[in-house]
């Protein structure tokens, strides 16, 4: 099944601890991003990557770091994280480099950092 | 299940009548739309999409008619049913994806 899997769906970490979420597609897409979703905000991009080992910042990337060495995973890094990261995170991925095609999303992973 | 949105615009109608919900977007540039769906505790789902040489596409129940003179997106469904309800976000593609706020729909049976 073609899918985009985080990890973990929830998780509540202390400030400064760092973190990482995963993320991992099967569908050998080279475009990958990662979105956090706050209330009233909609999704906000966070970083994106066209392919492997080039990422890019996207509207918000202040604390916040990503990786691409492969091309199913996409891990996106909280090196300290603060209360304002707490966030409804997604991860997506879309088949073309330049991003005009479908994004299929993860199921989201909820962060509180306290 | 997931909060996605507390004070997004919300449109409520009743069961079996058709919905219309607007974007507006800002890039006159932009050449691919897509709408898209997301319930309670999911990531967002593809419903359909549109490029900008077309201005309207139909899919099973759902329309979606683009306006380029006035960058104006909507999204109809055709014979709401309960299961539609959700939080539908439009998205606008360049060089990367851009979001809408997003717009609840609540069916009231």
């Known amino acids: 099944e073609a899918q985009v899997t985080q990890n973990p769906r929830y998780l509540i970490t202390v400030t400064g601890k760092k973190l990482t979420v995963t993320c991992s597609q099967n569908?050998?897409?080279?475009?990958m991003s990662w979105y956090r979703q706050d209330p009233g905000l909609g999704l906000r991009q966070i970083y994106y990557?066209?392919?492997?080992?080039?990422?890019d910042k996207g509207d918000v990337p202040e604390g916040y770091k990503v990786s691409r060495k492969e091309k199913r995973n996409f891990p996106l890094i909280l090196e300290s994280p603060s209360p304002n990261q707490t966030s409804l995170y997604f991860c997506?991925?879309?088949?073309?480099?330049?991003?005009?095609?479908?994004?299929?999303f993860g199921q989201g992973t909820r962060l509180t950092v306290v | 299940g997931e909060s996605v949105g507390l004070h997004l615009p919300t449109l409520s109608v009743q069961e079996g009548d058709n919905s219309i919900i607007n974007c507006a977007y800002s890039?006159?540039?932009?050449?691919?739309f897509i709408w898209y769906k997301q319930e309670s505790g999911k990531g967002p789902q593809f419903i359909i999409d549109?490029?900008?040489?077309?201005d309207k596409r139909q899919g099973q129940r759902v329309t979606v008619l683009l306006n380029k003179t006035v960058k104006h997106l909507s999204l109809q469904i055709a014979a709401t049913q309960p299961g539609d309800s959700a939080v539908y976000f439009c998205?606008?593609?360049?060089?990367?994806?851009?979001f809408g706020p997003g717009t609840r729909l609540s069916v009231l049976p």
């Open positions: 997506a991925s879309s088949l073309l480099g330049r991003a005009n095609t479908e994004a299929f």
């Open positions: 569908m050998n897409h080279e475009y």
């Open positions: 990557s066209m392919n492997v080992e080039v990422t």
């Open positions: 890039n006159s540039a932009s050449d691919y």
């Open positions: 549109i490029r900008s040489n077309m």
């Open positions: 998205a606008e593609s360049g060089q990367n994806f851009v």
